[in-house]
Structures are given as structure tokens and as C-alpha cells.
């Protein structure tokens, strides 16, 4: 068999678990994690809880439920929650925040994803009968729309004083948070000490199957517990998914530097090739955003000549398209995704356009 090789750049939700992952599953002590008893899961959200600065952790299936449990664990239904315009919870969670959290999302426009605390202070509207009780903030770090862009601890500190200003509570979507922490070389407490609660992914460029973690104080997690069993997220023997997640924690953090080298060399490349339009500011991870509009062709037209050559990209509207680096992307599948960029740029009867 010698079929082509696919360099995958859809995301990095499709990394596989490394060889040790599979034999800490395979080895993993169980119970029922429903009773509190699985050795496994509460090793996993014991190291959690301390590696965040926070009391305690819950493990729960995806970053979608994670959000969700704590949208409705900070607020009560019909409230406001602020957000920022482009965030995954606005963009990408099936309307979950009205549909089940019953809220309304109050979308912010940003600099690079990063609110600023005046527009966030004019949301927070003077107390009216008209209006709904703002009860919520919701902050993304990294910002996947944005291109992978980092919020300093500053930036977040500065929210956190409105939040504490007008008695709101902060929430961190913070699926790829050890990027930004690697990408800037501090500890993730940075980030999370100015947030009430947060959530992060395993099955991002942490590379496990299944899995995200919702962390904040002992009375917020015990409310959460019970969310997610409302929500059909209470599991059973679920050490076989803490399992890799433990070994994620212990040794797959450090390796996110190569993936933002990747990274940055890909955006490099790409900057390169004429029409095509990249913001090299925002590539300050493991993300690369660019724009074809130059190419006089859709975006989803784009991808499909870029499958036919083995690479695969998601597109983020009619003209911009997304890679992401990840663990099995190596520099030498970057050169290939460029040679592949350039060559569809410059194709004949695009250029005659
Ligand atoms: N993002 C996915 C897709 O949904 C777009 C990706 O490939 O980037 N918060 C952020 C910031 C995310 O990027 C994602 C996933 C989630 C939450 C949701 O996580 P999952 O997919 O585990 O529900």
C-alpha cells in the first residue's frame, strides 16, 4: 500500500493518544466515578485542581459541556452573561447558553480577543427594569477565532476588576490555556488566578481522546457535579479517559513550543505567497488564520483543492481559512502545506481572475 499521506491541519482535536496514554488506560485502577470512586478520575482532578491554583476539578466529556455546566452553575436562568463577540460559546455551542442555560449572550467586540474593561463596563448597564441582571463574564484564552491569540494576565486582571466592581462572576474558557502559558513561558496560575472558575481541554494539542476540566472553588464544582449529571455527563469508570489525562499533565505540556514553532514557520511560508493576506500578529500559538479573498475563489473551493493534495484545513467564513498545528505535524509537512498554498495561488485561471 502506498497511498498519499494526509497532513491534517483541520485541528488539533484530531491528535491520537501517545503510546503512554494507551498503556495508562489499559493499567488504569476503576470504579464508579458516579459513587466518587474512581482512584483515577480523582487523581486527575486532585492534579487538576493544584496545578490551576484552585480547590477543585471536575472531569466532564468535552469543552462544549464544560461551558455549559458553567454558564448555568454561575448564573440563574434569564440573566446577561457578557461575552466576546468571536468566542467559541457565541460562535460554536448550538446556541447551548439560551437553549438549555437559559441566558442572554451580550456579544463585545475586542482588540485580537482581548475585551477591553470600558466596553465591558458599558455593557454592564445601570440597573433598569427593562434589562436582565448581568451576572457573568466569559473570557478566552487562547481565542480560537481570533487565530490562536494570547490574553495577558493583565488583560485579565483588568477584567476582573470590573467583574469585582459590579459583583460579576469570571469564567475562563481556557481550552488551549497551557498554550498561552508555554507561548509566554509562565505558570497557567497567571492567567487563572484572576478568574472565578475555568475549563480546559485534554483532546486539544494535549493530545487525549476524550475529556475537559472544569475547575474552580469546592461550592462551585459540588454545584457543577450535579449539572453535569442533569446533563447526561455523569460516567461510570471513567479512569480510562483520566488516565491519559494525567499523563498529558506530567509530560505532553513543554512539547506545545514545537507546535508554535510549526506554527510560526507555516505562517512565514504562507506570508510569502502573493494574494494571500495573514496577520502574522495573530500567530501567537498553534493557530494560522489566512485570508484567500485576493484568489478570487471561496474558501471552501480552497480547501477542496487543498484535499486533493493530501492537506486538510477547515475554513473560518467565506474567505478566510484555519490550520492548526499539532503532535505528528513535523516541519517537513509544513514545507508540504505551503508548497500546496502556493500552488493553488498560483494557478492559471485563478490568475487570470
Ligand atoms: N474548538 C474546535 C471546534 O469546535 C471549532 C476546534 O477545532 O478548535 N472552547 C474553545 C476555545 C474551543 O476551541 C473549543 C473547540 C471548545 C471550547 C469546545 O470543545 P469541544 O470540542 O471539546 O466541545
Known amino acids: 500500500m502506498c497511498g498519499k499521506e494526509i497532513i491534517d491541519l483541520r ?5 491520537l493518544p501517545t503510546e503512554e496514554m494507551l498503556d495508562a488506560i489499559r493499567t488504569a485502577e476503576l470504579g464508579d466515578d458516579v459513587f466518587g470512586e474512581d482512584p483515577t478520575v480523582n487523581r486527575l482532578e486532585k492534579l487538576a485542581a493544584e496545578r490551576m491554583g484552585k480547590e477543585a476539578a471536575l472531569l466532564v466529556t468535552s469543552g462544549t459541556q464544560a461551558n455549559l455546566i458553567s454558564l448555568m452553575s454561575n448564573t440563574k ?7 466576546e463577540a468571536e468566542s467559541h460559546i457565541y460562535w460554536y455551542e448550538v446556541g447551548g447558553i439560551s437553549m438549555i442555560a437559559g441566558l442572554l ?4 467586540k475586542s482588540r485580537l480577543g482581548a475585551l477591553d474593561p470600558e466596553n465591558v463596563e458599558t455593557a454592564i448597564r445601570p440597573q433598569n427594569i427593562h434589562f436582565p441582571k ?13 487565530g490562536g491569540t494570547i490574553i495577558t494576565s493583565d488583560q485579565i486582571k483588568a477584567i476582573s476588576e470590573v467583574a469585582q466592581t459590579y459583583g460579576l462572576k469570571l469564567y475562563l474558557d481556557g481550552a488551549r490555556i497551557f498554550n498561552a502559558a508555554v507561548a509566554l513561558k509562565i505558570d497557567v496560575k497567571e492567567f487563572t488566578k484572576h478568574v472565578d472558575n475555568l475549563m480546559f481541554c485534554l483532546s486539544k494539542s494535549l493530545c487525549c481522546p476524550v ?12 454545584k457543577s457535579r450535579k449539572l453535569r449529571k442533569v ?7 471513567a479512569g480510562i479517559i483520566a488516565a491519559p489525562g494525567i499523563v498529558a499533565l506530567e509530560s505532553m505540556i513543554d512539547r506545545l513550543e514545537e507546535d508554535h514553532r510549526n506554527a510560526r ?24 488564520c489566512f485570508d484567500i479573498s485576493g484568489l478570487g475563489i471561496a474558501a471552501d473551493l480552497f480547501i477542496s483543492k487543498l484535499k486533493e493534495k493530501g492537506i486538510l484545513a477547515l475554513t473560518l467564513d467565506e474567505n478566510k481559512v ?13 514545507e508540504k502545506a505551503i508548497a500546496a498554498i502556493e500552488s493553488i495561488a498560483s494557478e492559471r485561471h485563478l490568475e487570470l481572475k
Open 265 to 288: 514557520r507555516l505562517a512565514e511560508g504562507i506570508a510569502k505567497i502573493e494574494r494571500i493576506q495573514i496577520d502574522l500578529r495573530r500567530v501567537q500559538t498553534n493557530i494560522v
Open 11 to 15: 485541528s488539533d482535536t484530531v491528535t
Open 231 to 237: 446533563l447526561g455527563g455523569g460516567m461510570r469508570q
Open 211 to 222: 475529556g475537559s476540566l472544569l475547575i474552580g472553588t469546592g461550592e462551585f464544582i459540588e
Open 322 to 334: 484555519r490550520m492548526v498545528t499539532h503532535r505528528g505535524i513535523e516541519k517537513e509537512h509544513v
Open 105 to 108: 449572550p451580550w456579544p463585545v
Open 134 to 146: 448581568p451576572s457573568l463574564i466569559c473570557l478566552e484564552n487562547t481565542h480560537n477565532r481570533h
Open 77 to 83: 436562568r434569564g440573566e446577561l452573561v457578557i461575552l
